[in-house]
Every structure is written in C-alpha cells, then in structure tokens.
C-alpha cells in the first residue's frame, strides 16, 4: 500500500481508505448501502489492515450513529493501528441544536462520537457541510478547543466551496487556530466538478482530497453498458435521487473507455477508475466501500501498478465536460492558460 501525506499535513494516510457507510444501515439511502454487523466489519477490517489500509471514514449520520457504532465495535483491541475518520454537522434530528457546526453542537457530536467509536480520540475530525447561519470564528474556536483537548488530532472539511474553504482558512490563520487539513469531495469519471476551482484551491492552500463515492455513485462498478439495460439488482433504483446526476451520454462514453481498456489490461472496470483517480493531482486518499469481502479484494486491485499514459489519455477525454462559468469563456485561450493554468496538467501525479 502507498501512503501520502494528508494535504499539508504530516499526518500519512493510505492512498485507499475504507468507508464504513454499510455498516448498520438502516432507512432508505444507508439500508440500500447495506447492514454489515460487527462480526462482517470486523472481517472487512481484518482484510484492510492486512493490505494497509489503515484509515477508516464514517459520520454520525450514518445510520443515525450505528456505523460509529459497528466500526467501533470492528477495531476493537487494536486502535493504535488505524486511522479513524468521521463527520459531524448534517442533522441528527429535527430539534433544536441536532444539525450545524456551533460550538454546542460540535462538542457535543465529538463527544458522542468518542463514545460511539469507543476511543478517547479522533484522528481527523471534518464538517460535513457548511454551516451559514454559524460564525467561522465560533466553528475554528470550538475545534481548536477538541484538538488542545486531545480528543481530535486534525480538523477537515467536507462538502464545502471554494469561497466557504478559503473563508475558513483565512479566518484561521488570522486568529491562530489549527487549519483544515483536508476536504473530503465528490470525484470520479464522471463527476469531475472538483478540478475547476476547489483543485487549485487545495493545492495553493495545501488541502488533500479525501474522495468519496470514487465510482460515480455505484455507476463505474463494471456492470452498466451502453445499450443495456440497469441490472434488475442495482442499488440505483433506489438511491440514484440521493447522489450526484450523471448525464447518460457522458456515463455511456466513460464506461465505452472502461470496457476497452479493461480488455486491454485485464483490469477490472473499478480497479482503472480507481487507479485514474490515484493519478490526480491533490488526491491523498480515495475511500472505497464495501459489503463483502470479494468487493473489497477486488476494490485492493486498484493499486501496485499504474495506468499507461495512453490509458490516462483515453479516460480524460471521455470524462471531459465543457468548463462552468467563470472559466468556460477562456478554457481554450492561450493568454489565459498562461496566467490560469490548468492543475491537471500542470502539476505531475507525483505531487498529489
């Protein structure tokens, strides 16, 4: 297994994280996930640590609390060999102090989560969404307090924009306290929204990419074709409206590449998402989920070897999209790429 620093920090993580979103599911969106109990994530930790994958990311919301809980229960008699990661800030509730990033509530979801995950710390500790109604100051002040505390060791952020980031980081390094570490986003073939401005932002503000849902949200798992229908058993009949849209056409000619590339490598379609993915500029840790152990092994394929250029080459043109406003006016201007030019080709894999 690889490992890379967390953005600017000297925290080194695995390039592959595991994500315990099946763990406990319950409801709609997480049961459709899946129900892993304690005993099947323990099995699952055991085939992670004994790959190096050492990171493990949930969040309170999970399952209302029972995925802290399950992971907890899986890593049991061996914390010092993991990384833990979890989220707070979505609501919990309908009530009065169950959502947001205040001082009240972030002290109190760390607590809960100590307790959930049975640890007397948090390795990295992200806001799962921007709180608006919430000064940044009071939010990086009750942060601050957890990492002087010892009950956090880093602070992320997850889900943010660029100006909500840079806000964030201005507001600490002007007052003094920890700065964000990293962003946990949505990146994949076929959501590559991230390059054009949190990208740039995380490699001049030093924020490493914590990727989520790596495979377009169940879409780049080998078994959607052009011209086929979805398989009966997809979990996107029923969670498609909760993640990102995909535009047909675009996720036709992502998973055309795969398919071909697959036959020419003897690759499996999510292992060369994946390892596209390793490639990109900012990309510390790609968490990758699973229900069973077959997914999971097959999901450890995506490292110790890497795509060739033609390969690389292929899979950007396919995923490629028009840039957004304010940056499609000068996408093919040469006086503009000069001054502005583009981190994906500006800056080799080996500085991600």
């Known amino acids: 297994m690889e490992y890379r620093r ?28 899946g129900d892993t109990d304690a005993r099947e994530a323990r099995r699952l930790v055991d085939i992670c640590l004994e790959a190096g994958i050492t990171m493990f990311d949930t969040a309170d919301v999970y399952s209302a609390g ?29 009530g009065p102090g169950e959502a947001g990033t205040s001082r009240a509530r972030l002290i109190t979801a760390c607590e809960d989560a100590l307790r959930r995950l049975g640890t007397d710390h948090i390795d990295l500790f992200q806001l799962h969404a921007f709180d608006a109604g919430t000064p940044v100051e009071e939010v990086l002040s009750a942060l601050d307090d957890l990492v002087r505390a ?57 924020l490493g990419a914590v990727v989520w849902s790596p ?10 074709h052009r011209g086929r229908p979805r398989p009966a058993r997809s979990r996107l009949h029923r969670t498609a409206d909760y993640g990102p849209p995909v535009d047909d056409e675009l996720l036709y000619r992502v998973t055309d590449a795969l398919d071909e590339i697959a036959e020419e ?15 990109r500029p900012t990309v510390s840790s ?9 997914q999971l092994r097959q999901n450890l394929g995506a490292v110790g070897w890497t795509l060739d250029p033609e390969h690389m080459a292929k899979l950007d043109a396919a995923s490629v999209k028009a840039a957004p406003y304010p940056y499609f006016p000068y996408q093919r201007q040469e006086g503009f790429a000069r001054l502005n030019p583009s981190p994906v080709r500006a800056v080799p894999p080996a500085a991600a």
Not at 265 to 279: D, E, H, M, S, Y
């Open 150 to 206: 010892g009950k956090v060791r880093y602070p992320g952020i997850s889900n943010f924009s660029g100006w909500q980031a840079m806000k964030s980081l201005a507001a600490a390094e002007r007052h003094g306290y920890p700065r964000y570490v990293a962003h946990q986003v949505y990146y994949s073939l076929v959501g590559r929204d991230y390059e054009w401005e949190l990208m740039p932002l995380a490699l001049d503000q030093g």
């Open 286 to 294: 790609v968490i990758v989920g699973a229900r069973t152990e077959e």
């Open 215 to 224: 495979l377009g949200w169940g879409r780049l798992t080998g078994r959607i």
């Open 6 to 33: 967390l953005g600017a920090s000297g925290l080194e993580v695995p390039v592959l994280s595991f994500g315990a979103g099946t763990f406990g599911g319950s409801g709609p969106l997480f049961g459709a996930w």
């Open 265 to 279: 490598t003897g690759k499996a379609v999510p292992q060369i998402a994946l390892n596209w993915l390793l490639r």
């Open 66 to 94: 029972a995925s802290e809980e399950v992971l907890g229960a899986a890593i049991k008699g061996r914390r010092d060999q993991v990384i833990l990661s979890t989220k707070t800030g979505l609501p919990m509730g309908d």
